[in-house]
């Protein structure tokens, strides 16, 4: 039985970062964690999601996937983030929910788990890479312990080679098996680093 508790904590406008969370919330329990898959709360005005069929599908296809808490963070001894770029960094909603966490960081409850993290974009160059470091950024002052993939396994190349974490190009209906093959791979790394902390 793994000793891993893993909050797989998401945002997504159109759903491509919703179905990566998905992959890595099955793979984690698949490796024999206890998994959370939570969404961020939606911070963007009403009326700009009414105005923009594919989102407003998307957050009433996703309205019973509960809401990422502090709870779940307290709980988990291991953190999945997923989001897509904005301008080359993480996306507001995920960024909003990340300061609320200052009374249980200023606790250290944040401290000495296992984090890596996902992302997307709608171009190759879209800020992947800088959205990745930025979350990791945060995660260092948490003193969580990163986890990357890295070019620990041959699946992180065929998907596109990123070292951070995997990441897609939304353009290019990017959910396909080698992209799940490397999330599911990045999410069993973490389980692994997370059943070793928590010895």
């Given at each position: ?11 997504s ?98 401290a000495n ?7 997307s ?79």
């Amino acid at each position: 039985m793994s000793n891993a508790r893993v909050a797989v904590i998401y945002y997504s406008t159109y759903g491509h970062n919703h179905q990566m969370a998905e992959v890595a919330a099955d793979a984690a329990k698949a490796a024999g964690a206890e998994v959370r898959l939570r969404k961020v709360r939606e911070t963007a005005p009403p009326a700009v999601i009414e105005g923009q069929a594919p989102w407003k599908a998307h957050v009433e296809a996703t309205a019973h996937v509960q809401e990422a808490s502090t709870d779940d963070m307290e709980w988990a001894n291991a953190y999945f983030f997923s989001c897509p770029t904005r301008f080359g960094v993480v996306a507001s909603q995920l960024r909003v929910f990340i300061d609320t966490l200052g009374p249980i960081w200023a606790q250290g409850k944040l401290a000495n788990k296992a984090v890596t993290a996902m992302t997307s974009a709608l171009n190759a160059h879209g800020g992947q890479e800088t959205t990745l470091i930025s979350l990791y950024t945060t995660m260092m002052h948490w003193g969580a312990i990163i986890v990357p993939p890295g070019y620990s396994d041959p699946s992180l190349y065929a998907a596109g080679g990123n070292p951070y974490g995997v990441s897609l190009t939304a353009g290019n209906d990017p959910i396909g098996e080698e992209s799940k093959t490397a999330i599911r791979y990045q999410a069993k790394r973490l389980v692994e680093f997370a059943e070793k902390l928590a010895r």
